[in-house]
């Protein structure tokens, strides 16, 4: 079965500044998908990046980028240039490719993200 | 219309109150999802429709029951819940196609009295 796993329960940045959020999974699937949600007390699970297994290159989305290490099974989120905006719950979930019966996402436990001005 | 619509916002029903939650999208995925999230604590997944056919968590009791009348929508009936079932339930779809991934709906905030 997979895992996925979150290490930091909570992290603190100052306004401007860069954070790294940690994510580890398990698996034994060579094909699957790792995604950064962000969850703010609005609770709308908002997707903030997604990397596909097979590419090797990191994903970025504007300010927001990750460290994929396929062998280490590692995938953290880092963040640039902090907004007060960014202040929100994080959960790192991997999914099978094709969704289906098969394809639910699994969760960590989340990172609660403050954001200090 | 890239958006999955959950309604109600919020309910509060009690004990031995019948409702239904809905959730419709229009994108044209074939795979929609019930989460259950209590505070604090990752969505945990209810049951799963992928082309009209039914996936259940086996630790979802049956006073939960899913319904799905069409490819857009969903709809989760509630009968004799218990106040532990408050929640905030989150409806997703997922294309079926690996170029994209799920899209959630805003939720539904559970309060059983």
């Known amino acids: 079965a997979q895992t996925v796993t979150q290490s930091q329960p909570e992290m603190s940045v100052q306004e401007a500044e860069t954070v790294t959020l940690s994510c580890t999974y398990d698996?034994?699937?060579?094909?699957?998908?790792l995604f950064w949600y962000k969850q703010p007390p609005s609770r709308q699970m908002i997707l903030v990046i997604r990397?596909?297994?097979?590419?090797?290159q990191n994903a970025t989305e504007n300010r927001f980028s990750v460290n994929f290490q396929k062998a280490a099974k590692s995938f953290s989120l880092k963040i640039s240039d902090s907004q007060l905006g960014d202040a929100a719950m994080y959960f790192c979930?991997?999914?099978?490719?094709?969704?289906?019966?098969?394809?639910?996402?699994?969760f960590g436990k989340g990172t609660k993200l403050s954001v200090k001005p | 219309d890239t958006e999955v619509t959950q309604t109600p916002k919020h309910l509060v029903m009690g004990m031995t109150n019948k409702k239904s939650l809905k959730c419709e999208q229009h994108?044209?995925?074939?795979?929609m999802y019930w989460y259950k999230q209590k505070a604090k604590k990752p969505p945990e997944l209810m049951f799963v429709?992928?082309?009209?056919?039914?996936?259940i968590n086996e630790s979802v009791p049956s006073r939960f029951s899913p319904e799905c009348p069409n490819s857009s929508l969903l709809n989760l009936h509630l009968h004799a819940l218990q106040p532990e079932d408050s929640a905030l339930y989150l409806c997703?779809?997922?294309?079926?196609?690996?170029?994209?991934?799920?899209?959630f709906g805003s939720g539904t905030r559970l309060t059983v009295v």
């Open positions: 994108m044209g995925h074939r795979a």
């Open positions: 979930a991997y999914g099978r490719s094709y969704g289906g019966s098969q394809g639910n996402l699994i």
């Open positions: 997703a779809s997922h294309s079926g196609f690996p170029t994209y991934g799920y899209t």
């Open positions: 990397q596909e297994a097979y590419k090797q």
């Open positions: 429709y992928s082309y009209e056919k039914l996936s």
């Open positions: 698996t034994s699937e060579s094909d699957y998908y």
